[in-house]
């Protein structure tokens, strides 16, 4: 009875043969697109290595071949179509599954082409800029290929098979580099199959939904239910699904660290960072939700400064809209104005429409203003972006939506950002609104009941540009259940001159103790495999080590013990932490630290 059971949850946890399908025509969908911008690729990387005085023929060429490939995929995608019409779904799956693994495999052999065929004879900088671009764009099918993960493995196998190529790439470098692209390599992979289990997870969740919606009083008990799942799915997976962002961020900024100096490196890992940011603002976004859907957050009325958060909106959003090429303009209120709302809830409102308006703006600008209208303050974030068609106004603020015309702007967003203002403004009982044209840019509003005394707000760290971190000294223990984040966080902490010590148990970082090992300064996970308690972990070393500094570090947000770590004074970071915060608590704690 009991392996029955877990044969009947099993397959209650797996897509149906139509939800594989769908899955199927995802990658697909991905892999034709992935293939498109090759062309483009060839040409400007040939033009590059021209400019530098080699060959320009080779990556035309390779870039050239991609040209009648894309018109056979054209065409094989019209034979996925009509034999949809007239063969069964099971040996449609069976049949496309295979052909498509196929395609992905070859496109990924012709990535790696791109690496080999400038050997020899492309500068430093030219090659670094080829394998940043190629990893960018591994990381960027990571989140979106992966609906099929068959797909996705095998064009990875034949992307990373340019990795071998590496110490004929850098043959200077390579002991260094090469570590550093397996580790990224690493990350990325596993954030891939983690993407491939939400796509699955939601797939099932959409069938259970449809499949139930039959029957009118069981749908509405199985839609609570599903609800719930989705919640606690989410929150459950936080911590996983920060681990691999939060290690690329600290490699990011070790890397510029090495590379600095070079001003294709500096702008690339600029674009890399808003990028990690753009991905966790989502993972952000997904929790938000789910926790306001299950009456998690708790309502906590309070003054809130708007000069203060409209300096946070500029700390936190400058760099973003100067590196998209758009002008950032916010005018504050007089000094003194307030409003009377849940800080944090009304701070997420106004960053998700500021955030929202940067991405769907091509070129011009985005303004933030506030004016008083009679007891209240309205809060507008204007934009000279694309619009909002008059028809789908209503429908913008749903979970998931996304209109037809912003896919063709912005492809990395998922709908969640006004969903979250949407709940945020509802649970605040304030007032919200738009104008928007189409083709000419929208206003989003807030309205607030005002208030005269003004709450001081936490301000944002502001955001370096990478590698500029000045070199720190001291001694630093790190506990984390990952291999892959406690090398990044060795990588970096080297990086800045930190002798550094890891552990992934209590009995580890007690042996280190042992040995002589005085830390300044102590990081710890709170979820450890070991089953212990991090904050207990943590406790006990700090008893250990009177005159060290210690921290939780989690990718968790709803952990009791880390909410007590925060009651009891302790000071907690969440994952994926700011390189640029973590540099300056570091900074803070060293100081003034004697050296053996």
Request: charged share 15%.
């Amino acid at each position: 009875m009991t392996a029955r059971n877990a044969a009947t949850s099993s397959v209650q946890e797996t897509p149906s043969t139509q939800g594989w399908l769908l899955l199927l025509e995802a990658s697909f969908a991905r892999l034709r697109l992935g293939m498109t911008v090759m062309p483009s690729m060839g040409l400007l990387f040939g033009l590059l290595l021209g400019w530098e005085g080699g060959p320009v023929a080779p990556l035309l060429v390779w870039g050239g071949v991609y040209l009648p490939v894309l018109l056979f995929v054209r065409w094989g995608h019209r034979r996925y179509l009509h034999e949809r019409t007239v063969q069964s779904p099971e040996a449609l799956l069976t049949t496309w599954t295979r052909r498509v693994r196929r395609l992905a495999l070859a496109h990924g052999v012709g990535v790696s082409l791109s690496v080999v065929l400038p050997l020899g004879q492309a500068s430093y900088e030219f090659m670094l800029l080829l394998y940043i671009t190629l990893a960018g764009i591994l990381a960027g099918n990571a989140a979106q290929m992966t609906a099929t993960l068959a797909v996705y493995r095998m064009y990875f196998i034949g992307a990373v098979g340019g990795l071998a190529m590496i110490p004929w790439a850098f043959p200077g470098q390579w002991p260094f580099i090469l570590p550093m692209t397996l580790i990224t390599a690493a990350v990325i992979y596993r954030s891939a199959v983690n993407s491939h289990r939400f796509f699955v997870r939601q797939v099932v969740l959409e069938e259970r939904s449809r499949d139930l919606a039959e029957r009118y009083r069981e749908a509405s008990q199985a839609a609570e239910r599903a609800l719930a799942e989705k919640n606690h799915f989410l929150t459950t997976a936080a911590h996983d699904l920060r681990q691999p962002v939060h290690a690329m961020a600290l490699l990011a900024e070790a890397i510029a660290l090495h590379g600095r100096g070079h001003p294709h490196i500096d702008n690339l890992l600029v674009q890399w960072r808003l990028s990690m940011r753009s991905v966790n603002h989502m993972f952000d976004a997904l929790l938000d939700l789910s926790r306001i859907e299950s009456g998690a957050v708790e309502l906590r009325p309070a003054p809130v400064s708007l000069a203060a958060l409209f300096e946070d909106l500029r700390t936190q959003f400058a760099t973003d809209a100067s590196a998209r090429g758009l002008v950032l303009r916010l005018h504050p209120p007089p000094h003194g104005a307030a409003v009377l709302a849940d800080p944090a809830l009304v701070r997420q409102s106004v960053a998700n429409l500021v955030q929202n308006a940067l991405r769907y703006t091509p070129e011009g600008g985005v303004l933030v203003g506030a004016r008083r209208r009679g007891v209240h303050w309205r809060i507008e974030v204007w934009d000279t972006g694309v619009g909002v068609a008059l028809h789908e106004q209503a429908q913008i603020y749903q979970a998931f939506y996304r209109p037809e015309h912003a896919w063709q702007v912005h492809r990395s967003g998922h709908g969640l950002g006004l969903a979250v203002v949407a709940r945020c403004v509802a649970l605040m009982q304030a007032r919200q609104g738009l104008q928007s044209r189409l083709g000419k840019g929208s206003c989003f509003w807030l309205e607030l009941p005002a208030t005269q005394q003004a709450a001081a707000t936490l301000t944002t760290v502001p955001t370096a540009a990478p590698g500029t971190s000045p070199p720190l000294r001291g001694r630093c223990l790190v506990l984390d259940d990952d291999p892959h984040v406690l090398n990044a966080w060795s990588t970096l902490l080297v990086t800045w001159g930190i002798d550094v010590r890891l552990a992934s148990n209590a009995a580890e970082a007690f042996a280190h103790l042992d040995t002589g090992f005085a830390p300044h300064s102590i990081l710890c996970d709170q979820r450890l495999r070991s089953g212990e308690s991090g904050f207990d972990v943590l406790r006990a070393l700090l008893d250990r080590c009177p005159d060290a500094r210690g921290a939780m570090v989690s990718g968790e947000y709803d952990s009791p013990e880390l909410q007590t770590a925060q009651d009891e004074g302790y000071l907690v970071l969440r994952k994926p932490v700011d390189v640029d915060e973590l540099h300056a608590v570091l900074s803070q704690w060293l100081r003034g630290q004697k050296f053996e």
